[in-house]
């Protein structure tokens, strides 16, 4: 097999919207990490970004027509032989076509074509997106398998400012990138119809103005079972606490800071969650009081002792009272010694589904592409999950999630 027969092959499908310059950078980081990209844009794509850019970026020819190099069938050939397609940005009206199977152009035909994963990102405006009719079509594509991204929140085209951007070339890469490691898995997302939520990050308590009490979290587990639960096909709720990190496309992403606005905005999202996910790391203890001017210093006087109050247990609250038949909770453990002896006691106060367990330190998981863990189920099982990527873990994780979910 050649290096070129050995290349995933995606085919990036671009539709008329102002975002259409967004998917040159996603074309350039799919071929710089060894993908063969074939750009098939549509004719009012080429308003926004000409032929001569997509060919120098992908190395291949540009057409939107069916009737240029008919000898080789173009507009079966290129869906047959792809590994992945992903159309961004994805307008209203090419939702619309590929919900209703019509074919009048290249990129409509191909998308007809396919047998690989498909995965759709919309860009347009809130009141299109929000719009019954568009509603209905993404709602048919996913019946069918297709994997649609929910659009990002922010700046639209003019002055206006909503749900309808396209989300960030590199997270829509990662989204890809993600679906292409699942294989041929991709083209039945085994979480497609299930609205899972997940918290991520470390929370802060406040101490004054300028001062809180926190920890070393990053967030980087829960943007990764975020990611890996969108790539699954999952609507994905992410309650984000003091994380740096981009929005994972394909979530939808809710702020917090201290571990009562987390509890707040976790009873919230859970209310119809098919599974939740505590991946935060949540402070047991705030200051039980707040300093409303900065604290300062008095000479050489020793600082007065700082009184904590607990926190609410928001995983033991969650297990308790679920807010719906069948609903999955799965918590985070981070232990520093007797790891597994503190987690099953810890699973066992919890009540919850499942629990992974990790050992954390100053150089251990925080802060780190990598993790490894042993998840502990109410069942009595154990999934010991090696060392390796976040996102191996996050997928173990939706594994035995999904499996419960199935035996609903």
Same mark, same amino acid.
């Given at each position: 097999?050649?290096?070129?027969?050995?290349?995933?092959?995606?085919?990036?499908?671009?539709?008329?919207?102002?975002? @259409?310059?967004?998917?040159?950078?996603? &074309?350039?980081?799919?071929?710089?990490?060894?993908?063969?990209?074939?750009?098939?844009?549509?004719?009012?794509?080429?308003?926004?970004?000409?032929?001569?850019?997509?060919?120098?970026?992908?190395?291949?020819?540009?057409?939107?027509?069916?009737?240029?190099?008919?000898?080789? #069938?173009?507009?079966?050939?290129?869906?047959?032989?792809?590994?992945?397609?992903?159309?961004?940005?994805?307008? &209203?009206?090419?939702?619309?076509?590929?919900?209703?199977?019509?074919?009048?152009?290249?990129?409509?035909?191909?998308?007809?074509?396919?047998?690989?994963?498909? #995965?759709?990102? %919309?860009?347009?405006?809130?009141?299109?997106?929000?719009? %019954?009719?568009?509603?209905?079509?993404?709602?048919?594509?996913?019946?069918?398998?297709?994997?649609?991204?929910?659009?990002?929140v922010g700046r639209l085209t003019g002055v206006d400012t909503g749900k309808g951007r396209l989300p960030g070339p590199d997270e829509?890469?990662?989204?890809?990138?993600?679906?292409?490691?699942?294989?041929?898995?991709?083209?039945?997302?085994?979480?497609?119809?299930?609205? !899972? !939520?997940?918290?991520?990050?470390?929370?802060?308590?406040?101490?004054? %103005?300028?001062?809180?009490?926190?920890?070393?979290?990053?967030?980087?587990?829960?943007?990764?079972?975020?990611?890996?639960?969108?790539?699954?096909?999952?609507? !994905?709720?992410?309650?984000?606490?003091?994380?740096?990190?981009?929005? %994972?496309?394909?979530?939808?992403?809710?702020?917090?800071?201290?571990?009562?606005?987390?509890?707040?905005?976790? !009873?919230?999202?859970?209310?119809?969650?098919?599974?939740?996910?505590?991946?935060? &790391?949540?402070?047991?203890?705030?200051?039980?009081?707040?300093?409303?001017?900065?604290?300062?210093?008095?000479?050489?006087?020793?600082?007065?002792?700082?009184?904590?109050?607990?926190?609410?247990?928001?995983?033991?609250?969650? @297990?308790?009272?679920?807010?719906?038949?069948?609903?999955?909770?799965?918590?985070?453990?981070?232990?520093?010694?007797?790891?597994?002896?503190?987690?099953?006691?810890?699973?066992? @106060?919890?009540?919850?589904?499942?629990?992974?367990?990790?050992?954390?330190?100053?150089?251990?998981?925080?802060?780190?592409?990598?993790?490894?863990?042993?998840?502990?189920?109410?069942?009595?099982?154990?999934?010991?999950?090696?060392?390796?990527?976040?996102?191996?873990?996050?997928?173990?994780?939706?594994?035995?999630?999904?499996?419960?979910?199935?035996?609903?």
């Amino acid at each position: 097999m050649t290096n070129q027969q050995a290349r995933p092959k995606v085919v990036l499908g671009v539709s008329g919207g102002i975002a @259409a310059y967004k998917a040159c950078e996603l &074309a350039r980081r799919l071929t710089e990490s060894g993908h063969d990209v074939r750009a098939v844009p549509t004719e009012s794509a080429l308003h926004f970004v000409g032929a001569a850019t997509w060919s120098a970026l992908t190395g291949h020819p540009v057409s939107t027509e069916v009737w240029e190099s008919v000898h080789e #069938v173009p507009h079966v050939r290129i869906g047959q032989g792809a590994d992945l397609v992903v159309v961004a940005p994805a307008t &209203a009206d090419l939702l619309a076509k590929a919900a209703h199977g019509l074919a009048d152009d290249l990129l409509t035909n191909t998308l007809l074509t396919a047998r690989c994963p498909v #995965v759709f990102a %919309p860009a347009m405006h809130t009141e299109m997106w929000e719009h %019954p009719a568009t509603r209905e079509n993404v709602a048919t594509l996913r019946r069918r398998g297709a994997l649609v991204i929910e659009p990002a929140v922010g700046r639209l085209t003019g002055v206006d400012t909503g749900k309808g951007r396209l989300p960030g070339p590199d997270e829509i890469f990662e989204f890809c990138r993600r679906v292409l490691a699942r294989g041929p898995e991709g083209v039945r997302p085994d979480l497609t119809g299930r609205h !899972v !939520v997940i918290s991520a990050g470390g929370t802060r308590e406040p101490l004054d %103005p300028v001062r809180f009490l926190g920890n070393r979290s990053t967030g980087k587990q829960g943007y990764a079972l975020a990611r890996t639960a969108a790539a699954r096909g999952a609507r !994905v709720t992410l309650v984000s606490s003091n994380s740096a990190l981009p929005d %994972p496309a394909g979530a939808d992403v809710v702020r917090a800071d201290s571990a009562r606005e987390l509890r707040e905005a976790m !009873v919230a999202a859970a209310a119809d969650a098919d599974a939740v996910v505590m991946a935060a &790391a949540v402070a047991d203890f705030r200051p039980a009081t707040y300093a409303p001017g900065k604290i300062k210093k008095k000479g050489q006087e020793a600082p007065a002792p700082l009184e904590l109050v607990r926190n609410p247990d928001i995983l033991a609250e969650l @297990a308790a009272r679920r807010a719906r038949p069948g609903q999955i909770v799965v918590g985070f453990a981070a232990e520093t010694d007797d790891v597994l002896a503190h987690g099953r006691a810890k699973l066992a @106060a919890k009540g919850c589904d499942l629990l992974v367990v990790n050992e954390v330190g100053a150089s251990k998981t925080f802060g780190s592409e990598e993790n490894e863990a042993v998840v502990l189920g109410a069942d009595g099982s154990e999934t010991a999950v090696p060392h390796g990527p976040k996102e191996g873990l996050a997928d173990r994780v939706w594994d035995l999630v999904a499996a419960r979910l199935a035996g609903e």
